[in-house]
């Protein structure tokens, strides 16, 4: 089954420490990262991750002056065999729903943006994920 969750999007600085000192203020403010995915664009880190807890992620994060944006994602549970994926970027593509981030939580699910939510939560569905 599908469900929702909130992505974070972080801009930190492009040298050493900026992970940690991020990750330290989510850690203190007792909140657990499910998904992380990182890369370096123009000079700066994107730190893209999903959380246990928004509402603290969010006032830890203001707390310590960072910038970040939220958008909704979608988090699935695919059968462990070969194609699963597969069938799911396919099936979005044939509905002209273009995937925009992807990347695997600790919990073994995929977690995935695209361009149009509603139209991709009834391929989810349709899909019995």
Known sequence: MATNVSEFVIKVEDRPGSLALLTEVIGKAGVNINAIAGLKSEGKGIIQLTVDRNKETV?????????????????????????????LTRSLADAGINVTCLYITIK???????DNNAQAAKILQKLGL
């Open 59 to 87: 006032q830890a994060l203001q707390s310590a002056n960072f910038k970040y944006e939220t958008r909704e994602l979608f988090e699935v549970k695919l059968q462990d065999k070969p194609g699963q994926l597969a069938k």
């Open 108 to 114: 073994q699910t995929i977690v995935f943006g695209v």
